[in-house]
């Protein structure tokens, strides 16, 4: 039996969260286009959750790297994937790493 990892980065649903949350359904509801700055920072998500977004960086075991701040990494004795800090967007507090 295999399992998979995953690898996200987690934007918490802090203040500065909320306000562009606000701003966007405010948009959405005015029917007008959502700023750049806001879109920018749900990383495009059409309807983030209230409790905070999760933002995909990569899956362990798979081709797939899926931001720019994650690579595969691997040496004789083991394999994963490796993440840039410093190219983490400025909203990520967290790195999750799931196992399913």
Known sequence: M???A???GVVPA???YKEMLDIQTMCLSAGVTIPK?????FGGAPRPSE???NVPLGILGSDNVDHVCASHYSDALASGIEIDVG???GNIKFIRFLRS
């Open 51 to 53: 409790t905070g977004h």
């Open 14 to 16: 802090d203040k500065r």
């Open 2 to 4: 295999s399992s998979t």
């Open 6 to 8: 995953f690898v996200l």
């Open 37 to 41: 700055e806001v879109s920018d920072f």
């Open 87 to 89: 190219k983490l967007p």
